[in-house]
């Protein structure tokens, strides 16, 4: 056997202490709040015996892993999702709760990324040089004499 197939063992299966946002920030697994349900959807008997479906919370408000910056950011962009400063985030697509796990744990990452992100650059308006400007009228204005050119009134 190749040692890749079956369950995943040891400290290679364990799932990660700490969540990755950005840079050198991470989430302690303390702060995060798992909760396990059943899964809705096919997936025979298995289904109505294991807790596949992942529940993942994470207390905004109270956190402290976050710079205060960011954590004014994300409580300002997520703040239609947030249910008394708890963002949730749920993942039931795979059978395995493992792999939900994961799923979870992404989205949430990626979700507070998105969130913590800076603010984009403000547009700076530029000018159209006046010689394009010029050459655009200008070939509007021939085009214009063409399409005249072809109606000819006395067709007779």
Known sequence: ????SGPRRGSGGRFP???????????PEAELMWRFSRSSGPGGQHVNTTDSQVELRFDLAATQALPEV?????LERLAERLSD????????EHR????NRETAAVRLAALLAEATAPPPRPRRPTRIPRGINERRLREKKQRSETKRGRSSRDWG
């Open 17 to 27: 202490r700490a969540l990755s946002i950005r840079g050198s920030v991470l989430l």
């Open 70 to 74: 960011w954590k004014q950011r994300v």
């Open 96 to 99: 395995s709760q493992w792999r």
């Open 85 to 92: 400063g708890v963002v949730t985030v749920r993942a039931s």
């Open 1 to 4: 056997m190749d040692g890749m």
